[in-house]
């Protein structure tokens, strides 16, 4: 599996980005004494850099730069305007070449780069990890419980969606005034306890009524119709155009939002096909025994079925993590809902169209969006066969 | 076939109603006030300008049904205004909304708001303006005692230094007390309960689809154009650029799919199946921008194809010449726009081949002496193209999308550059209504597919798919 060397390398640039490419330093020594200015956001330097001075200009006598000397945010104004990484650019020395160009305001597009892995990243696993929360509980309880499988009485079904209905109307929507002007986590609490105590006394009063005549009938909840039906519509919203109209709504774009609302919409497949694994292992003999033993059915789901249902889950997860990433690029390429201090791979890439000579600006960024796809296309392709 | 297939189109209606629901609430979220942007496109952006600036803004409200409630109920609790209420000022009404869902006193709300509205009166009707204004407006806007207290002494000292308004010392007066009485009344002991009233028909979420049903589709704040005109007008591009893209797909794919399956982990599939997946990988967006930098700038020496749009049309120029304009400006759309699903459907016609090759009749065929032409070609296609034909519906959501990237990048006016533009210009209606089309396109799309697939294969039970 050399494949996950490259996943591993992703996650690597991801994580130590800041280590990787920082206008900082690493380490400098001034005067004989040592300096870590990397840490600064974290921790004061007792270093200060005057008004216009860098950190060349100080009287060093050891400096230690990282790989990439700029941040994705350091505009260096002696190459602004495009330049080429093969052209003339007015650096120092060799290390502080534009490995990959810079873009109109002079921002390097190395550094650029690999602050946009992690953002993609980010995107790709969080959104995908929502997703697959969703769409593994679902699809497990379409499988497991079927059409018939899932009953329950009459009387506590019905206090059951009454109480949640009525204790979500009086624990959230009544008290909206405290959890949207005077937001506080206490509000916040109350209004949980409020919802769970009103649906407790509801579930309570079920119990009682499901020993009277009427009530006491089973109807049995056709979970997998329910579930197919849900998968159906969701599948025919159009996820780039319902981001778009979602990401222009929301006031103050955030990636949380994005995350949110790929994780919400994409979890279809990874439904499907956890159900339909449930379905082919539900009938194993050793699901029987299991059954005998007396276990609970959350056990036998969660324990007994799901490990080995786990690579078409892996498979679907793989591919999605590729798409989610596409869209988060194609987002930021557009310039809708992510927060437009930050440089991604998209709005990188989206900055070539404004100036059609600087061919990096639409290869680097490109390419590095292709080859994370294509990575996560051919993890999944390997781990399906 | 015809009841399973209308029972298949009402399965499909409540997927058709939750997605309208949508697109609705999604309309009513949106920012910015529909009667504002109205008015400010029709008086380009000065509207408040105007004299009866506030006469005229609650006519088009009503005009555009937008004073009318959500939806064909309301449920609220006992402790919140009535649903039925309404001031017409925005600000006081914003501020009843909030004052009551604080206290939950909905009579002395009420009373509160009505004496503002009073106050609003006699201002406007002794036509004061400047500071008094000022400080009444920012009085509507407040929800909290210290500001509204403050605002208060702001206004009597306004009184102190200028001459006697009669009756306005009395309505300020008036507000104090009736602010007040909001905290002395006690809370009404059922404030809490829940409760519903029946709105009938004449309600936004009605309205707006039936104006859906009759084809116009609401208002577009761009041009004030009918959205439904709008999007015709635009869908015929991308059906046009979808059809052809599809029509390619298929007519390269097939072949591509059953030499890969044919010559199967031979050197020629190996490198047929790296291709393909790292086609299927480029994403449609970095493609389209590499060719428009590479393609269509003299930069590079590779000026082949003209910048952006569909290109311009006269109406003297004969069939010929247009389509040659055609063609010259929409190939690397097309190209751009084909590739991903080209590659999509290709692998899947080698894995669908190579499912019938495996087969016992194609062995059968082999040993009645059949050529391997006549065996691949009559026998193992027929079956193996099936289901390739019937993922059509499921590829039309990825073509939809591709067509948002593709439209936007090359400037083709058809529903994903207008729907990237209308996010740009803020133009709701628009916005949530190609979302619909969008939506109900896609459900067609997978209707059809459904059909074929039955059609093609009248064992596979609806049901159980």
Known sequence: MKLVYGLYFLVFIALAGDFIANEKPIYIKVEGQSYFPIWSDHKPLKLKLQRGQT?????????????????????????????????????????????????????????????????????????????????????ALAGYYGNDGWSAKRGITLMAIIGVVLAFFMGFYSRRYWLLYDNGATNWLISWSIFLGISLVFVGFGIFLNRLFFFSKKITIPLDTLILRLIEIVNSIPTLLLLLALLAIIQQ???????????????????????????????????????????????IMFKHILPNASTPILVSLSFGIAGAILLEAFLSFLGVGIPPEKVTWGSMLNSARNYFPAWWLAVFPGGMIFCTVLLFNLLGERIKS | ???????????????????????????????????????????????????????????????????????????????????????????????AEILSSKHRKPKAVTQYAMSLIELKKIIRDNKLSGEIYRISRTLFQQYREKPISANLELLNQWMNKNPEVPGLRQKVENVRNSFQRINTTPVSKLHFLPSITWNGWKNQYHLWISSWIKGSGGTSFADLQPVGKKILKALKWTLVLNLISILLTYLLALPLGVLGAYYRDSNLDKILTITLLSWFSIPGFWMATMAIVFFTTPEYGLDLFPTMGPGYIDSDMNWWTIFQIRIHHLTLPIICLTYGSLAFTARQMRQSMIHELDKTYIKLAKTKGLTEWQIVIRHALPNAIFPILTMFGGILPSLLAGSVVIEYIFNIPGMGKLMVDAIFGRDWPVVNSVLMIAAFLTMLGILISDLLYYWVDPRVKMDEK
């Open chain 1, 55 to 139: 950190w060349e200009d100080l009287p060093y006598t050891l400096i230690i730069r990282p790989l990439i000397p700029y941040s994705y945010h350091t505009i260096d104004r002696n190459n602004m305007g495009y330049k080429s990484p093969f052209g003339p650019q007015k650096v120092t020395s060799l290390r502080f070449w534009h490995w990959m160009g810079t873009d109109g305001l002079g921002r390097d597009i190395a550094a650029g780069i690999i602050s946009g892995t992690r953002t993609a990243l980010l995107v790709g696993l969080i959104a995908m990890g929502i997703a697959a929360l969703i769409g593994i509980i679902l699809g």
């Open chain 1, 253 to 299: 774009p955030s990636l949380l939002w994005i995350m949110g609302i790929i994780g919400c919409l994409a979890w279809t497949g990874i439904a499907r096909f956890t159900r339909a694994e449930f379905l082919r292992i539900k009938n194993l003999p050793y699901i029987d025994a299991a059954r005998n033993l007396g276990f609970s059915d959350f056990r």
């Open chain 2, 1 to 95: 076939m015809f009841r399973l297939t209308l029972k298949r189109f009402l399965q499909f209606l409540p997927g058709l109603f939750i997605i309208s629901i949508l697109a609705f609430v999604l309309n009513s979220w949106a920012p910015g006030d529909g009667a504002e942007i109205y008015l400010n496109t029709i008086y380009k952006g000065n509207f408040r300008a105007e004299t009866d600036s506030e006469e005229v803004y609650y006519e088009t409200r009503s005009f555009l049904g937008l004073d009318r409630p959500l939806f064909y109920f309301s449920v609220y609790t006992l402790g919140d205004l009535h649903p039925d209420i309404s001031f017409k000022d925005r600000d006081i009404q914003e501020t």
